[in-house]
């Protein structure tokens, strides 16, 4: 049998130790008192920080959750949203604020330390490279992917994923799945532009038996299908918003309540949202719940669209015209010097699937061994637009797109060297840095 | 000591190579005595499932359930809940197969047997795209999904898959169509699967011609036949000719489609699959009025509209009665 899990415990100041005395006592975890020094390799770690020493539990957590392995939860007594969403921004994955969250710790500890009983439980497989399927060495790729890769470590921090149809949003989402501490749970994908309005309540949450007309029975609801692994919400822009509220609750209190349910039912999963629309423009609009998308938005990463990836495009033809080779039994094509620039010149508005679909149509109609601009543009036919040594800047273009495509243009031409790319354009680094960011392409510092 | 030796191990051998004629041969030679066990009558159910022999699967399978349930062997009324309930399925009797699996769905759960979760929900999926309750069949094939790809389950994820792109083409909701069928494919070439690859190319074809690439998805489903049919997949193969047939007609060579449905009609009688039947008699019925062959489709449309109410899909039923109607 395995060893009872080890509930690490890092107390700054503050009392409420019954708390998790009790956590720990009802799930049959063993606790363990340790020093910022230590490396616990418990199921869950608690950093204990209230009585006025919120802020220096605040400036630990980046080291702390960088060091440990178990998912750290702060616990202080300021009950604030902002200082919330800060110390999940720094990788704590969730703060706690008593003696008011005394419950709700209580009852995730619970949940964490019997997940990762669970876990331990199943043959988790090595999951080897989890961003192997996102190829690519453009500048933008890579930046994007190594704060993915740091997020790996934050464990249970919520990501909302940004970029263009096309990108590679749900792999990305995949990728965290599989490489993180929650790869032996379930990764359940949903997409809310395509349920519709009336139905998604259910979906998510479940429903008793005769909640409503076509309840002949109950139904678990993804929220519930997801425990302890990983709830993808894919085009979370089209949640209504009389469900923003509900999946608000439900991530700030971890219980769901299924339609027609009279009780709460706990729930230990992990966020990913997506969404290729300006959630910021739809807060202003309010189409968005604002407390809802500082909750989702802890952590934002974006995949550059395919057109700002510069030499990517040619890079993934090659590698999917191998790829499509083998599957079809048909001999892996050249792409021509003129393919290639027919490439780099397209904007690609369906970003990587669009570049796949036309290889793949590219081999199957014209099997010559040999690829060429008419073989693989007839379908992909859009408006030639000027194109920019960036990869393609839309014209007219805002005066933002502007800036923007040349920060990205002197970042790739200098290997994604910023300071030297600073000093190419004659500005400093910091205004690079917020050039870049401008079309959201940085999060608030969760690295 | 001898060693025990399991008296089903060659038919079972068979069934994981797929040679399911081969296990039925060696299950009906066994003696009397295995033949009287539930492990018989489950994997003999299995193998009758997998040959197209809906009834006999189900006798055998009612069979199992009823031994496993008399020495108190919950798991084994779970597994053998499920292939009764499949065999209603192909049976057509849609009710009694959502019973049944909503049945071992309760049980997999109770056992924690994740795998059976996900084919129970695989299952209910495509009982509810039958009946056209497309949100809930998307909803079943979702956690199905979700649960074999946990597994490391390819097989399963590319079956879900294929259901998936099959629900979202019959809404109209063809880019939705192609991601689903797009998975199904990655994830059966993983799983090494030339009768899953076979019906993932020809849904990835059928969601690209609706989506205009007309030549690359005739390719496709060519390809898929060419697949499920050295696969000798019986159930698939209709299936696909049908689908080439939509392509042709949609190509405006009005003959081809009409050779294809009969050819798919003749194989799906042959089957007495009756959904395979009824989708085959409704897209037979809609290329006959195409041509202007006006009897031909009524009395396919009818025929469709025959087979939806055996099914109880009233409201594919329905549906084809005001096809037929608008003529």
Known sequence: MPDAPVLAILTLSGSFASVWEDAAREAGASLRAVAPDDEPDGAVALLVAAGGEEQRGLDLIPALADRWAAPLFLVGATASHRFAVEALRRGAADYFALPEDADLLRRTLTARVEAARTRAGRAVPDPGDPFAELAGESSSLRETLQRAQRILRHGDVTVLLGGETGTGKELLARALHNGGARRAGAFVAVNCAAIPGQLLESELFGHEKGAFTDAHRAKRGLFEEAHGGTLFLDEIGHLPLALQGKLLRALDERRVRPVGATQDRAVDVRIVAATHVDLQTAVARGEFREDLFYRLNVVHLVLPPLRERGNDVVLLAERFAAQLAVRYAVPAPRITAAARTALLAHRWPGNVRELRHAIERALLLSPSGVLEPDELMPATRSPAAPVSAAGGLPFPASLDDVLFHAARAAVDLNDGNKSAAARLLGISRARLQRLLERRGGADAGAD | ?327
Request: hydrophobic share 50%; charged share 30%.
């Open chain 2, 1 to 327: 000591m001898p060693a025990l030796t399991d008296p089903l191990r060659d038919a079972r051998a068979a069934v994981r190579a797929g040679r399911f004629q081969d296990a039925a041969v060696t299950l009906a030679e066994l003696p009397a005595e295995v033949r009287e066990g539930a492990e018989w009558y489950l994997l003999s159910a299995m193998v009758s499932w997998r040959l197209g022999d809906f009834a006999p699967s189900r006798r055998e399978a009612l069979e199992a359930r009823a031994l496993y349930r008399e020495r108190g062997d919950t798991d084994g009324e779970m597994r053998a809940v499920n292939v009764a309930a499949a065999g209603a399925f192909g049976l057509g009797a849609l009710r009694d197969a959502e019973e049944e699996f909503h049945r071992a769905l309760q049980l997999a759960r109770e056992l924690r047997d994740d795998l059976m979760v996900a084919r129970c929900s695989n299952n209910l999926g495509n009982v509810a795209l039958y009946l056209a309750e497309h949100d809930a069949a998307l909803g079943f094939y979702r956690i199905a999904r979700a649960e074999f790809e946990r597994l490391g389950f390819d097989h399963g994820v590319a079956e879900t898959g294929i259901n998936a792109a099959i629900t979202w083409r019959d809404l109209g909701r063809h880019r939705e169509a192609l991601r689903a069928a797009d998975e199904a494919l990655e994830h059966a070439e993983r799983g090494r699967a030339p009768r899953l690859i076979g019906e993932a190319l020809a849904n990835r074809g059928a969601a690209l011609a609706a989506l205009g690439e007309a030549a690359v998805g005739r390719v496709l489903v060519e390809r898929g036949l060419a697949l499920v049919r050295a696969e000798q997949d019986r159930l698939a193969e209709p299936d696909v000719l049908r689908i080439l047939g939509t392509l042709a007609l949609a190509a405006g060579d009005g003959e081809a489609a009409l050779r294809l449905s009969r050819e798919a009609l003749a194989l799906a009688e042959a089957l007495r699959h009756p959904w395979t039947t009824a989708e085959v008699q409704r897209d037979l019925a809609r290329t006959c009025r195409a041509l202007g062959r006006e009897p031909e489709a009524q009395a396919a449309f009818a025929a469709a509209a025959a087979a939806f109410l055996t099914l109880g899909s009233v409201r594919r039923a329905q549906a084809m009665a005001a096809e037929r109607a608008a003529s």
